[in-house]
């Protein structure tokens, strides 16, 4: 750990030394004008857990060179929990329809195509993250209550599985906001606003950066101390039966070259029968290319595979169907 902050620290020194603990604070309910009081102290009179809380700043302060085992110990996982929904909020309800607003003012939506395309995408990103955070809201963090009433629940969905579906669908996320960065970048709608776009693009890489750390947050502390929960629990009731179950991914993500043909003939706008014409195989088959194309890249739309078909230079703007 390179750098730790301590309850005896004045919380002011957070911001001044880091302006991304503006959001930490606010997600654990704690509003400003604290004075020189220290972080103990401002926790205290906010209700909020101070260990929770400085394992939080100092996770998303030492990035990648995090040591968990220094932080694991001092983590509740119910206050974890409140500061994770409190973020899904902030970024369903605040930060992406903000971002949405701020396109929709930054381009001429209604004279060039590459503006709606950068719309639909944006439209499917923000859907994405929000049935992902959603379904951490549905799925993972009742489980984690019945944890913390003693209970592990015997569903299929145990925390192992929860768990890889939650990185998966980080990745994915992940790889949506490069996608949609890239698009801003390279095909820069030429009617814009060209300061609002910047400012906009601005506010995507922040906002990435937040949700990577928070995806981060989530994968590995709340991961870990959820699974130290539910051993604490299998310790104290070894008569209950628990079996993790554990989803298999296929890891080869790689695309064929038939699969990339067939997503050429999908952005120009072709049928599932005018490809299987074109590429002389059955209809079938056509529509077993498409799964396995949404499965390994885990875009489900014409709109997204389109994006992607230009992103990876498979084919150029002009060839494309909006
Ligand atoms: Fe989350
Ligand atoms: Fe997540």
Redesign the pocket.
């Known amino acids: 750990m390179t750098e730790k902050y301590r309850a005896t620290d004045p919380m002011s020194d957070l911001i001044s030394d880091d302006y991304r603990m503006l959001q930490v604070i606010s997600r654990f309910g704690m509003s400003f004008g604290f004075g020189d009081a220290k972080i103990d102290t401002v926790c205290k009179e906010c209700g909020v857990d101070a260990p929770t809380f400085l394992a939080v700043v100092n996770f998303i302060r030492n990035g990648e060179y995090v040591k968990i085992s220094e932080l694991i110990d001092d983590v509740d996982v119910r206050a974890l929990m409140d500061y994770?929904k409190h973020?899904?909020a902030y970024y369903i309800n605040f930060r992406l329809p903000a971002i949405k607003r701020k396109l929709l003012e930054a381009m001429s939506v209604s004279s060039n195509q590459i503006a709606v395309l950068i719309l639909k995408f944006y439209d499917e990103y923000a859907a994405e993250v929000s049935r992902?955070?959603e379904y951490?809201n549905e799925y993972v963090h009742p489980y984690v209550e019945q944890l913390l009433e003693g209970r592990i629940p015997s569903s299929e969905h145990g925390f192992h599985a929860l768990c890889h579906r939650h990185q998966d669908n980080h990745g994915s996320i992940e790889r949506s906001s490069s996608e949609l960065k890239n698009i801003i970048i390279k095909y820069y709608p030429s009617e814009s606003n060209i300061q609002l776009l910047n400012d906009v693009l601005m506010d995507i890489y922040m906002m990435e950066e937040d949700m990577l750390s928070?995806?981060r947050l989530?994968d590995q502390l709340f991961a870990e101390s959820v699974h130290r929960l539910e051993d604490e629990i299998r310790l104290k009731r070894p008569q209950e039966e628990y079996t993790p179950t554990h989803s298999q991914h296929e890891s080869n993500n790689t695309l064929s070259d038939r699969e990339k043909e067939v997503i050429i003939e999908v952005v120009k706008g072709l049928s599932n029968k005018e490809i299987a014409e074109n590429m002389f195989i059955s209809v079938n088959t056509v529509m077993t290319h498409r799964r396995n194309i949404s499965k390994k890249l885990n875009i489900h739309s014409p709109a997204g595979l389109t994006i992607y078909a230009i992103v990876n230079g498979l084919v150029n703007l002009d060839e494309i169907k909006i």
């Open positions: 994770l973020s899904h992902h955070m951490e928070h995806c989530e």
